[in-house]
């Protein structure tokens, strides 16, 4: 079965400080894979979006990596800002005829000051 | 620029009530589909349109209506509500298929009493 899982589930850190997320997919075929942030009340903002034959893509202070051979994702965090609390969401796209997105259940970050 | 409006922002209905959630976009997006997001779970797609004439159920259709006569608006349509129904609701577009990052409209809250 096509999944997504995404860890932690939640996550609280100083502001200023650094931290990961990681996404496992077991999903194939597998086309691209994205990182969405998702303030509370709004809807998904796509952050990166990355292909198999990419292996670290930065937007600012995120950095996502994928390891295509073990079927990982992660996203870095730099010198996290109060703005930077939010659910944030890896998306895997199938492609090559399946049009489907599968999606993580999302980490919940929150940055206290 | 709108990207992708919804209305309303929040409802309350009772059982066996109907109801339209609408969705507009203006950045003459081909693909636009409907999907609910409940507590601990990922996105689940509800249905989505490749372009105006065309639709077509995803992953959980059942007690959804939806119809897509011009290339902006895309209303998603229940025809007797039940509390199974209470989630939250987004509409999303893109240029073409699931290929290419969503633009995430800011969510309607629908509570079926």
């Known amino acids: 079965k096509n999944q997504v899982e995404q860890s932690p589930q939640s996550l609280i850190i100083l502001e200023g400080k650094n931290c990961t997320l990681q996404?496992?997919?077991?999903?194939?075929?597998?086309?691209?894979l994205r990182w969405y942030k998702q303030d509370t009340g709004r809807g998904p903002v796509s952050l990166t979006i990355?292909?198999?034959?990419?292996n670290t893509k930065s937007n600012g202070r995120y950095t996502a990596t994928l390891d295509a051979d073990t079927k990982q994702s992660s996203l870095h965090i730099t010198a996290s800002q109060l703005s930077d609390s939010a659910s944030y969401i890896c998306v895997v796209y199938q492609g090559f005829g399946n049009e489907k997105l599968t999606f993580g259940t999302g980490t919940r970050l929150t940055i206290i000051p | 620029n709108a990207g992708v409006t919804q209305t309303p922002k929040f409802q309350v209905l009772k059982t066996g009530q109907s109801m339209t959630l609408q969705c507009a976009q203006d950045m003459n997006h081909e693909y636009m589909s409907w999907y609910r997001q409940d507590p601990g779970m990922g996105l689940r797609l509800i249905h989505y349109s490749v372009g105006a004439g065309i639709t077509d159920q995803g992953e959980v259709p059942n007690g959804y209506n939806v119809s897509r006569s011009t290339t902006e608006d895309f209303p998603l349509r229940l025809l007797s509500a039940a509390p199974s129904q209470t989630s939250v609701y987004f509409c999303?577009?893109?240029?073409?298929?699931?290929?290419?990052?969503?633009?995430f409209g800011a969510g309607s809250r629908l509570t079926v009493l």
């Open positions: 996404c496992n997919y077991t999903v194939s075929p597998f086309s691209n």
């Open positions: 999303a577009s893109s240029r073409q298929g699931g290929a290419n990052v969503l633009t």
């Open positions: 990355m292909t198999f034959s990419e």
